[in-house]
């Protein structure tokens, strides 16, 4: 097996165990190409992404084209001279000039079992559908999005308390080794690639601004899924006396006769309800309830569900969504 010379592209927090893992490999990283830096914060300060920074933190050579079939980024590309491209949430599609520079090709490494969640938020659609397993799956690039062939596909179990960023960081690790392993498997020529059945294809678009508010019509699990697929970014949110609050956590809910506790009595979807051993629940549109944990009213810090109740609905019935 021969090392390779290795051109990285890559954005978020999500690429760096990919990037840490493959500069231990013994392969060369010739070069790292992320976003240019983004305005941020009210101030609109320059901000690099964290891939940006890592590099730097490195001494990497940083390239940021703000289009990456430009030909001065071409040229660039072609004086490194890479022999393989390793893609991990760049967040642009790559043009067919630039696949075809490097003698081994391009891959990439994506947070789903392909053909399964193909686009932008995979991992965001996963928790919001109640997926029971997701994976990480290793493509060779393709002009199509995310349609190519698998190189490596390794499934992993999904758990109803995961928050979708709690299940980025664990497949931002378990990928960063599966990445390597197929850099390894690529250098050494051992690599094979299966076409994805793409008549089985879902797609996972990026999340819609008006998906972040709850509807409490809708049945407890939506709900409870809409919370944890939401978290950390961009939260889900409801309202309170015409006032937007934001819904951070809260208890999976509990299956037909399964005891632990009291339960609110049935009400009108949004109600709020304080029970006597301190647990605030919301009713949902299906009949059931859901229990609350953290919140955060607009402009202030984050609540328990018990703080919040005590310090804003001491005065008669609460209902969210008005």
């Given at each position: 097996m021969k090392n390779l010379k290795l051109l990285f592209l890559g954005t978020p927090d999500f690429a760096l165990p990919s990037l840490e893992q493959l500069s231990r490999s013994g392969h060369l990283l010739s070069a790292v190409v992320t976003p240019p830096d983004r305005p941020r914060g009210r101030k609109g300060t320059l901000q690099p992404s964290p891939v940006k920074r890592w590099a730097l933190e490195h001494r990497l050579p940083v390239l940021q084209p703000a289009v990456p079939g430009e030909d001065s980024f071409l040229q660039e590309i072609a004086r490194l001279a890479p022999d393989l491209i390793v893609l991990v949430a760049y967040g642009k599609i790559l043009?067919?000039?630039?696949?075809?520079?490097?003698?081994?090709?391009?891959?990439?490494?994506?947070?789903?079992?392909l053909p399964a969640y193909r686009g932008a938020a995979p991992i965001e659609r996963a928790v919001l559908d109640?997926?029971?397993?997701?994976?990480?799956?290793?493509?060779?690039?393709?002009?199509?999005?995310?349609?190519?062939?698998?190189?490596?596909?390794?499934?992993?179990?999904?758990?109803?308390n995961e928050t979708a960023g709690e299940l980025a960081g664990r497949l931002a690790a378990a990928g960063a080794?599966?990445?390597?392993?197929?850099?390894?498997?690529?250098?050494?020529?051992?690599?094979?690639?299966?076409?994805?059945?793409?008549?089985?294809?879902?797609?996972?678009?990026?999340?819609?601004?008006?998906?972040?508010?709850?509807?409490?019509?809708?049945?407890?699990?939506t709900l409870y899924n809409r919370i944890r697929g939401l978290n950390p970014k961009p939260g889900a949110y409801t309202t309170c006396r015409g006032r937007r609050l934001k819904i951070w956590r809260a208890k999976?809910?509990?299956?037909?006769?399964?005891?632990?506790?009291e339960l609110p009595p049935r009400a009108a979807p949004g109600t709020l309800t304080a029970l006597e051993n301190g647990r605030i629940f919301a009713a949902a549109g299906d009949g059931a309830s859901l229990?609350?944990?953290?919140?955060?009213p607009a402009g202030k810090q984050r609540l328990t569900a018990v703080e919040y109740y005590h310090g804003y609905c001491a005065s008669g019935e609460l209902r969210l969504g008005e």
């Open positions: 043009p067919a000039p630039l696949l075809g520079l490097p003698p081994l090709g391009a891959i990439n490494l994506h947070p789903s079992l109640g997926a029971a397993f997701t994976g990480v799956t290793v493509i060779e690039l393709a002009p199509e999005l995310d349609a190519g062939d698998i190189i490596l596909q390794e499934r992993h179990p999904l758990s109803i080794l599966l990445l390597e392993k197929a850099v390894q498997q690529i250098a050494a020529g051992e690599a094979r690639r299966t076409p994805q059945e793409h008549a089985r294809a879902s797609y996972a678009p990026p999340l819609r601004r008006e998906e972040e508010r709850l509807d409490w019509s809708a049945d407890a699990l999976p809910p509990r299956s037909p006769g399964e005891g632990q506790g229990e609350l944990l953290e919140l955060q």
